[in-house]
């Protein structure tokens, strides 16, 4: 593994950001030596997949690591399922994409989510009423003491936008084992995408009708990274009380069941709040999908850490709710 100084961070927000040591990690025995260098010159060590997810600030210390451990291999397969362990850094559309064509489902509806495989567990992706979680049987990590093991599922903690990969940011995802089903179980519980796959020509939608439809309705609000870099969502739907939620439907927001509680919209707050479309100097809210902020050239972290937090600030004078960021900060 080649480790160096300085190494640059590839991100979507169009940030500069290098870290003081960083390289591939290409296979298994690069973790032990990545491991090995850090421990050596008394160094955090974080992975990073294609950054889709972090916020950067120009220089991030400690070691760096850039997930590229590639494979998709099938552990065990009956007529109706198929047991798929696939490497940290194979790209997750280039997985949804390859499962639909092998023909395993239960992806279609995480079609076109950027990032790695390895950092899908982190956060629990989740979109168009389908999270990660429901289809992961275990995640293989190597630990900071440098043991390997796999999680299973139901020690992963996973909950909205949330995993206990979050609180050990020492461990090193390597591969992730999914369940996924030979038979098509079409997922259209989310309104917009039931809106859309009811107005196509068929009965029943196959589950590649189910990701071009999903394709297609997150092409149209939300922008592309490569032409407006960004991070996604950039702050959590508010997980409140129903005595909140309550108060929030009363001034006509939408509030959902959400475990014990209900989750609020977001987007919908910083829509009401008056920020949709606003730009301040490179950094604005998306006029799509406010909840996506861009960074429309030059803005570096600390512009868009202080538009962020004016957005939170606003919202809560507002209407009292606590914005949290979803991407991770690194410094
Ligand atoms: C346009 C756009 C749309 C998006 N839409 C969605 C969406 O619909 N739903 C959703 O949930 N997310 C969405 N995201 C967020 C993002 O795509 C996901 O969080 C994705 O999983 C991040 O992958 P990554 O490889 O880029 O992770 P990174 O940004 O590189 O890392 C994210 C976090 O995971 C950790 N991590 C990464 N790899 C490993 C590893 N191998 N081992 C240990 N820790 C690791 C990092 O340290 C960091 O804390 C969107 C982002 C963009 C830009």
Redesign the pocket.
């Known amino acids: 593994m080649n480790i160096q100084p300085e190494y640059p961070l590839e991100?979507?927000f169009g940030l500069t950001s290098r870290a003081q040591w960083g390289g591939a990690i290409e296979q298994l025995t690069d973790v032990a030596a990545a491991q090995d260098f850090a421990e050596k010159n008394n160094l955090s060590m974080?992975?990073?997949?294609?950054?889709?997810?972090?916020i950067l600030q120009p220089k991030v210390a400690g070691l760096v690591c850039s997930?590229r451990i590639e494979g998709i291999n099938v552990v065990e397969e009956s007529s109706e399922s198929v047991l798929v362990e696939v490497g940290?850094g194979v790209v997750?559309h280039e997985l949804v994409m390859e499962s639909l064509s092998r023909g395993w489902f239960g992806l279609e509806n995480l079609a076109l989510?950027?990032?790695?495989v390895?950092?899908?567990p982190?956060?629990?992706?989740?979109?168009y009423g389908v999270e990660v979680a429901q289809l992961i049987v275990g995640v293989n990590?190597v630990d900071g003491l440098r043991e390997s093991r796999q999680i299973a599922q139901k020690d992963c903690q996973f909950a909205y936008?949330s995993s206990v990969?979050?609180a050990q940011?020492d461990?090193?995802?390597?591969s992730v084992v999914f369940r996924l089903s030979k038979l098509p179980v079409i997922e259209n519980s989310y309104p917009e995408l039931q809106r859309v796959l009811q107005g196509l020509p068929v009965a029943e939608p196959s589950p590649q009708e189910v990701a071009d439809c999903v394709i297609a309705l997150?092409r149209g609000k939300?922008?592309?990274?490569a032409e407006f870099a960004?991070?996604?969502?950039f702050f959590k739907n508010p997980i409140v009380t129903i005595e909140v939620a309550r108060a929030m439907q009363a001034l006509g927001f939408k509030a959902f069941v959400h475990g014990q509680g209900y989750k609020l919209s977001a987007a919908q707050l910083i829509d009401r709040g008056g920020w949709k479309g606003v730009r301040q100097g490179d950094v604005g809210c998306w006029s799509q999908q406010p909840l996506?902020i861009v960074n429309f050239g030059g803005a570096q972290c600390a512009d868009i850490l202080s538009f962020a937090k004016d957005v939170a600030h606003s919202v809560f004078e507002q209407y009292q709710v606590q914005l949290e960021l979803?991407?991770?900060l690194?410094s």
């Open positions: 991100n979507t974080t992975c990073l997949g294609a950054g889709s997810n972090v997930m940290a997750w989510i950027p990032g790695s390895g950092a899908a982190v956060q629990n992706i989740g979109a990590i936008r990969f979050k940011p461990w090193t995802i390597v997150r939300l922008p592309d990274p960004n991070v996604g969502s996506v979803e991407p991770s690194l």
